[in-house]
């Protein structure tokens, strides 16, 4: 749901911040009221955070299999990380729809050690991330 407001600032210090933007007012602060147009979108609480995480290898050469819990009723999709080796750095690799608790992750280095993390999204607002759950690519 999208709402369109106008919000009411009485204006008494030099700067004045609204969210991302400020107003700087120059010379003598007098008593001002400023309308400021804007949109609030209104979301619904975070989804639950997906929960038993797994990994194991794939039925091909250079395959990872995860699978989660769905923990929430009200997700639209599930977005998967996924880091290779303890220290790397997680990146999105994928999508999948409400519901779907299952990912096959391919074209992997075999022998690497991937690491994967799961959240849901409702439209809005991500949820907490799942635990995580490692897997050596075959």
């Keep these: 749901t999208t709402i369109t407001v106008r919000v009411k600032n009485e204006i008494t210090e030099k700067t004045v911040q609204f969210g991302d933007f400020s107003v700087e007012i120059g010379g003598a602060v007098p ?3 400023i309308y400021y147009p804007g949109t609030i ?3 619904p609480a975070a989804a639950l955070a997906p929960t038993g995480l797994s990994a194991a290898a794939g ?3 250079g395959e990872i299999r995860i699978a989660w819990t769905d923990a ?3 997700e639209v999709s599930f977005a998967i990380e996924r880091k290779a080796g303890a ?3 997680y990146a999105q690799v994928g999508t999948v ?3 779907i608790t299952a990912y096959a992750d391919s074209g992997l280095a075999t022998g690497t050690t991937y690491y994967y993390r799961v959240r849901a999204n409702n439209g809005c607002v991500y949820s907490a991330y799942s635990n995580e759950a490692n897997a050596v690519a075959p």
């Design 97 to 99: 729809g409400p519901n």
């Design 31 to 33: 008593k001002t009221t």
């Design 72 to 74: 929430s009723d009200t």
């Design 41 to 43: 979108s209104l979301c």
């Design 59 to 61: 039925t091909g050469a």
């Design 87 to 89: 220290a790397g750095t």
